[in-house]
């Protein structure tokens, strides 16, 4: 099986538009073009997370983005990322913090601003809702 990223922007749209009480119309929920079986989100929490050329080619950039720039001042900024997957953002973010004393770590995450210990001399972990604190950063309330 092949799998293939499917763009879903005017799908999400209609959902937002018709959505009741936090809930779709079933007939909004999407299914496979091909074999019109239901569709999942992809997520990188088994093995049908889609990789494709294009995934590829942007984690070949930031790998070199972040080879490029070892040992420099960087920011490592983390916005609302839970524990679903720490193995992708959190966790490696926090390694490379550790690994270069000219890193800074910012975490912004309502209920789950933290960071361990090895680099509790770089971090900056705010504990509020992301757009309240990009608001107040801005100095504007929407």
């Known amino acids: 099986m092949i799998l293939r990223p499917y763009k879903d922007a005017d799908a999400i749209r209609e959902m937002v538009k018709r959505q009741e009480d936090m809930k779709v119309p079933t007939e909004l929920l999407p299914t496979c ?3 019109s ?3 999942t989100m992809n997520l990188r929490f088994d093995d049908t997370s889609v990789e494709d050329e294009g995934w590829h080619r942007a984690a070949a950039r930031y790998e070199s983005f972040l080879r490029t720039r070892a040992g420099q ?4 900024l983390e916005l609302g990322v839970g524990y679903n ?3 992708i ?4 973010f926090w390694q ?7 890193a800074t770590y910012v975490c912004i995450n309502q209920g789950q601003a933290v960071c361990p210990q090895e680099i509790e001399r770089q971090p900056i ?4 809702d992301i757009g309240d604190t990009l608001s107040a950063v ?4 929407y």
């Open 89 to 92: 953002i959190k966790c490696p």
């Open 33 to 35: 073009p091909h074999c």
């Open 37 to 39: 079986k239901p569709m």
């Open 138 to 141: 801005a100095g504007k309330s």
């Open 125 to 128: 972990c705010i504990d509020m």
């Open 73 to 76: 001042k960087i920011l490592f």
């Open 96 to 102: 490379m913090t550790a690994k270069n004393p000219n």
């Open 85 to 87: 997957t720490p193995a």
